[in-house]
């Protein structure tokens, strides 16, 4: 992809965000912010944990992503007995007596990890180590995955009897943390009408894996002016109780605040929830924007919080 200039290229990154956004939304109904959400952080080259009940399509959001991007896609169902070599792969012995990898389901460009809170931290270490690292170590060995490489997590809040819950210091890995709410009454008969004949949706592929990676260089290119980088780097420093900018609530409230990793993640959100609607430099408008999504699994309420019905969403909005 080659652009005159920066301008052009930001032009069209918005005219393809809303080309792959109506065409998702051929098959994914009325889950817009949640879509919104997973573009912005496959364009921001970071990973999206999906908290939501069973049932609301996130398999068939996170496929028909694959398909509009045309990458590759692999499902990986997280259970107790799951191992690290199922995801990562293992050496097996071939028939000319040397030892080979044989690469697990991890190198593709996208990949569902369904219900990661069901499977012992082993095997949990081994993906988030996948996630930072954008490789995999076996045998000694370290074996490069494909570009782009996105993670998309899926949690169920219910039925918490035998899961192993993320770790804060894991969850910190994921850029997003998206919670799936119930369709709308509309919503739900139109998906109710789709889903229940023969109609089939046929899905044109907008953009591929090297256009990906130019706009994930080209969003990390936008400008960023130094009072928006302020007002980011502040309301990160508002979430940590007992510090200088932590708000009366939060030090009564909140247990612990979130780390830089936090303030990094709002500026690149920023710079690509810009760029997606159009504008050419983020503003603290976009910061806000993308702000509860990035916030709300590095906060952690106190018992006083829980106790109170206060909920870390609430805490969130009150330090804009």
Same mark, same amino acid.
């Given at each position: 992809?080659?652009?005159?200039?920066?301008?052009?290229?930001?032009?069209?990154?918005?005219?393809?965000?809303?080309?792959?956004?109506?065409?998702?939304?051929?098959?994914?109904?009325?889950?817009?912010?949640?879509?919104?959400?997973?573009?912005?952080?496959?364009?921001?080259?970071?990973?999206?944990?999906?908290?939501?009940?069973?049932?609301?399509?996130?398999?068939?959001?996170?496929?028909?992503?694959?398909?509009?991007?045309?990458?590759?896609?692999?499902?990986?169902?997280?259970?107790?007995?799951?191992?690290?070599?199922?995801?990562?792969?293992?050496?097996? +012995?071939?028939?000319?007596? =040397?030892?080979?990898?044989? *690469?697990?389901?991890?190198?593709?460009? %996208? $990949?569902? &990890?369904?219900? !990661?809170?069901?499977?012992?931290?082993?095997?949990?270490?081994?993906?988030?180590?996948?996630?930072?690292?954008?490789?995999?170590?076996?045998?000694?060995?370290?074996?490069?995955?494909?570009?782009?490489?996105?993670?998309?997590?899926?949690?169920?809040?219910?039925?918490?009897?035998?899961?192993?819950?993320?770790?804060?210091?894991?969850?910190?890995?994921?850029?997003?943390?998206?919670?799936?709410?119930?369709?709308?009454?509309?919503?739900? +008969?139109?998906?109710?009408? =789709?889903?229940?004949?023969? *109609?089939?949706?046929?899905?044109?592929? %907008? $953009?591929? &894996?090297?256009? !990906?990676?130019?706009?994930?260089?080209?969003?990390?290119?936008?400008?960023?002016?130094?009072?928006?980088?302020?007002?980011?780097?502040?309301?990160?420093?508002?979430?940590?109780?007992?510090?200088?900018?932590?708000?009366?609530?939060?030090?009564?409230?909140?247990?612990?605040?979130?780390?830089?990793?936090?303030?990094?993640?709002?500026?690149?959100?920023?710079?690509?929830?810009?760029?997606?609607?159009?504008?050419?430099?983020?503003?603290?408008?976009?910061?806000?924007?993308?702000?509860?999504?990035?916030?709300?699994?590095?906060?952690?309420?106190?018992?006083? &919080?829980?106790?109170?019905?206060?909920?870390?969403?609430?805490?969130?909005?009150?330090?804009?």
């Amino acid at each position: 992809m080659e652009f005159d200039n920066d301008i052009k290229a930001v032009d069209a990154l918005h005219q393809s965000y809303k080309s792959i956004k109506a065409e998702i939304g051929k098959v994914v109904i009325g889950q817009d912010e949640i879509i919104k959400s997973v573009l912005i952080s496959i364009f921001s080259n970071g990973h999206c944990l999906l908290v939501g009940v069973p049932g609301l399509a996130k398999t068939l959001l996170v496929q028909t992503v694959a398909n509009v991007l045309d990458l590759n896609f692999n499902r990986i169902q997280f259970t107790p007995d799951l191992m690290p070599s199922d995801i990562i792969g293992a050496e097996i +012995l071939g028939e000319d007596r =040397n030892f080979k990898f044989i *690469n697990g389901p991890i190198f593709s460009n %996208i $990949i569902l &990890a369904d219900e !990661i809170n069901r499977t012992p931290p082993k095997t949990q270490a081994a993906l988030l180590e996948a996630m930072q690292e954008k490789a995999v170590t076996a045998a000694g060995l370290t074996h490069i995955l494909p570009k782009p490489f996105f993670v998309l997590a899926t949690q169920n809040p219910i039925e918490q009897e035998g899961t192993y819950p993320l770790p804060e210091a894991q969850l910190d890995r994921f850029m997003f943390n998206v919670h799936l709410g119930y369709p709308s009454f509309e919503d739900e +008969l139109t998906i109710v009408k =789709n889903t229940t004949s023969n *109609n089939e949706v046929k899905l044109n592929k %907008i $953009i591929n &894996a090297s256009q !990906i990676q130019y706009f994930q260089k080209l969003v990390r290119n936008i400008p960023v002016t130094d009072n928006v980088v302020e007002y980011a780097v502040k309301l990160v420093s508002k979430t940590r109780p007992n510090t200088s900018l932590a708000t009366e609530e939060v030090n009564k409230y909140v247990n612990w605040g979130a780390g830089p990793r936090a303030s990094q993640f709002l500026i690149i959100g920023a710079k690509c929830h810009a760029a997606i609607t159009g504008k050419y430099a983020p503003d603290i408008e976009d910061i806000q924007a993308v702000a509860e999504a990035i916030l709300r699994h590095r906060i952690v309420r106190n018992y006083r &919080a829980e106790a109170e019905g206060l909920s870390i969403e609430n805490i969130i909005k009150n330090l804009y």
